[in-house]
């Protein structure tokens, strides 16, 4: 079956003529025949079919059922009668109908057998694979920073593409290309497909339809016209094809995940290490768009315990860059990462600290901050340093902004294989032992010693003790272990040793 519609497009197309009457849009058409003259005034018309006739047979019968009447300049029109006022030749007209009908048809199996091979799990690559067997033009499907997910024929490397790491992603000529003609800004807009050209490539065309999923667009269908021109259906046929890639799509997390921003993907394959040629990455990173500076963090964010989440993950989006003004913000495996780039060696130098403030306090949300960095390649590294804060929650509800540099040693205890006590530095484990069979308090002295920046009048205050005695007890500490207080090395192992005691004491 084929619509009317369609049939009398192509009808008008083909014979540069005009088909007057009325056609309903969603009327479909099975067959058509020719209708002829005989004994009987008595038609039976089928409402499927549509029926060829020439008007000056049947001007005078009133038939029930749609008739395409051929040569009727003088004619009184009827509700399902469709009119050509010139004489052409039935079987011409027949044959145009036909084909039509063929065309529909065809286009109706393939959508059949890509619903079958949806239904049936075969994946992505299948349902291209039998989209082109009716568009008989190659077939590529992209996420929305230019890599390709799939390709019909799946060996198509043509000039368009470049190769990184075994993975495809279009060169900076064809994004340049769809930037002219603005086709990314089509595809976010509008659910239509769009059929273009380009200047460097004026003989072929090119048929772009985005592809969606909870309105949100995670990817685009492009089919080069190299093998035959686009039709007037395969707009239509198109939009299934992405329909049905959006389904098979919904089935992988990484997908339902998206939120639709164009650079999405690109932070994946940031944060997943598939990108490993700085040159090349930093090309991506300006042809989506975003300015980039020497220095970048990892946040992440989560949300505090019992607090409720109903907003849209995109509310959480737009309010962070509304912040961080350049930087880029996206769900990643459920949780919220920023990639902050700025100028300054200050995370938060050039932000309005107090509206970030607000912002985590009216969402009861926590954040971890990486260290500082610059080499992007490097941002998987510090996206783990900002995950480890998260999942030993090491952010306070009171503080709600986390640094790595305040606890990355704890980060370093948790990867050793050996035990961590056996880093306490053998004098503190001997002034352990001393303190507690002496009731002496040399152990907390040299640590309010070491944590006042070596500081003897500070640390003294601290403990609320005279001068004299400070020096006096650190006399008996360089006596019992030996230690010499211009010693820099030793007095480094002797913090790294308490923070290793904090560590157990937290872990115990």
């Known amino acids: 079956m084929a619509y009317l519609k369609k049939i009398i497009e192509q009808i008008e197309k083909d014979f540069k003529i005009h088909v007057h009457g009325f056609v309903k849009p969603e009327l479909q058409i099975e067959s058509v025949q020719f209708l002829l003259l005989g004994n009987d005034d008595n038609y039976e018309l089928s409402p499927s079919v549509l029926y060829i006739a020439s008007y000056q047979d049947f ?10 009447y051929l040569g009727c300049r003088n004619a009184h029109f009827s509700e399902t009668g469709l009119y050509i006022y010139q004489q052409l030749n039935p079987m011409e007209v027949s044959n145009c109908i036909q084909k039509e009908l063929l065309r529909f048809h065809q286009a109706k199996l393939k959508r059949e057998e890509m619903f079958h091979i949806l239904h049936a799990g075969y994946g992505i690559q299948s349902i291209i694979d039998t989209a082109r067997t009716y568009l008989n033009n190659p077939i590529t499907v992209c996420n929305t920073s230019f890599s390709v997910i799939a390709c019909s024929p799946e060996d198509d490397y043509n000039s368009n593409f470049e190769v990184h790491n075994n993975k495809r992603y279009l060169k900076k000529s064809s994004i340049e290309n769809m930037n002219r003609k603005l086709v990314m800004d089509h595809l976010f807009k509008k659910h239509t497909p769009l059929v273009t050209r380009f200047e460097d490539d004026p003989g072929t065309e090119y048929l772009f339809c985005s592809i969606h999923i909870r309105r949100s667009v995670v990817g685009y269908i492009c089919i080069r016209g190299d093998a035959r021109p686009f039709t007037e259906e395969d707009p239509d046929f198109v939009m299934d094809t992405a329909y049905m890639l959006s389904i098979e799509m919904q089935k992988d997390e990484f997908f339902t995940l998206k939120s639709g921003l164009k650079y999405e993907y690109f932070l994946t394959d940031l944060l997943e290490r598939n990108l490993d040629n700085i040159e090349f990455t930093l090309q991506r990173l300006a042809q989506l768009g975003q300015e980039f500076y020497k220095y970048f963090w990892i946040l992440t964010f989560s949300f505090s315990e019992g607090a409720v989440c109903h907003i849209k993950p995109n509310y959480y989006i737009d309010q962070l860059l509304n912040i961080f003004h350049g930087s880029m913000a996206f769900f990643y495996k459920g949780t919220l990462v920023l990639l902050l780039t700025s100028k300054n060696m200050e995370a938060f130098a050039n932000i309005d600290t107090q509206k970030f403030s ?30 480890f804060l998260l999942n030993e929650k090491k952010v306070s509800p009171q503080d709600r902004i986390c640094f790595y540099s305040e606890h990355y040693l704890y980060h370093l205890f948790g990867q050793s294989r050996l035990p961590v006590k056996s880093f306490i530095h053998p004098d503190i484990n001997y002034l352990i032992q001393y303190d507690a069979r002496n009731h002496t308090d040399y152990l907390n002295t040299l640590r309010s010693y070491l944590e006042h920046n070596r500081n003897a009048l500070s640390a003294a205050k601290h403990l609320h003790i005279h001068k004299s005695t400070f020096f006096y007890r650190v006399g008996k500490i360089s006596e019992l272990v030996g230690m010499k207080i211009e010693d820099c090395g030793l007095l480094a192992a002797y913090e790294l040793s308490f923070a290793i005691i904090d560590y157990v004491k937290e872990h115990a």
């Open 59 to 68: 001007c005078h019968h009133t038939l029930d059922g749609y008739v395409l």
């Open 358 to 387: 607000n912002f985590l306090q009216l969402n009861q949300m926590y954040t971890a901050v990486s260290f500082r960095y610059e080499n992007i390649l490097d941002t998987y590294i510090y996206y783990e340093q900002a995950m």
